[in-house]
């Protein structure tokens, strides 16, 4: 009987060492035991939703403490409303203490379709900006590297999108950001810069598989 694209016999299979002839099912099957090489696949680590509309939890921050061992992270979050004015925003935590000091760096353009683009940079916030604030429902991405690595700095890119206010148009923001430490950074928030209640968020956090 053929199994994983051998007859009769079929090989040890592992991840970066697979031999044979696939079908979709040895393939699925090969998948679903992480034993088929694709590299670059997004592994889905959690997954948090906030639903707070009349904001009566006084939720603040969504946190992600358990990271594991990729050196390339991706974070999603949308439909992200806030209590008040307020940039969707990151911290990072160093073996364990979250990082709240002076330190972070980032540089970003927004652009607002009934108007024109904007330049925001700091060279020293307590927090990492990810874009305009979210009044409304705000919509975005980041891609997170080194978090694992202490030899290295951690840094992110990112990009957002949303509807501006009054509905006049749409409104976006990309750029990037760092923490200039070299660290190992175990946990992430997911928070407002100023402090505001989230009122609506869905916050996803995938690894993404390495090359090697």
């Not at 990492?128 to 080194?146: E, H, I, S, V």
Request: charged share 15%; net charge negative.
């Amino acid at each position: 009987m053929s199994k994983f694209g051998y007859i009769p016999e079929a090989p040890e299979q592992s991840f970066g060492n697979n031999k044979g002839i696939f079908k979709p099912k040895d393939i699925y099957d090969l998948t679903r035991a992480d034993k088929y090489t694709n590299y670059g696949q997004l592994e889905l680590i959690e997954t948090q939703n906030i639903d707070d509309s009349d904001f009566s939890e006084e939720i603040s921050a969504v946190n992600f403490t358990s990271l594991g061992s990729y050196n390339v992270h991706f974070l999603t979050f949308n439909n992200l409303v806030l209590q008040g004015y307020g940039y969707p925003s990151l911290r990072f935590y160093e073996s364990g203490v979250l990082e709240t000091g002076s330190v972070y760096t980032y540089a970003y353009k927004d652009g607002i379709s009934s108007n024109s683009f904007n330049n925001l940079q700091s060279t020293g916030d307590d927090m990492l900006r990810m874009g305009k604030n979210a009044y409304q429902n705000l919509n975005g991405y980041a891609y997170l590297y080194n978090l694992s690595d202490s030899t290295k700095y951690s840094f992110t890119t990112f990009h957002s999108s949303m509807v501006e206010g009054n509905n006049l148009g749409s409104q976006m923001s990309y750029g990037s950001g760092l923490l200039p430490q070299l660290s190992i950074v175990d946990g992430i928030r997911f928070l407002s810069d100023p402090a505001q209640y989230i009122g609506k968020v869905n916050v996803s956090l995938y690894g993404i598989k390495e090359y090697e």
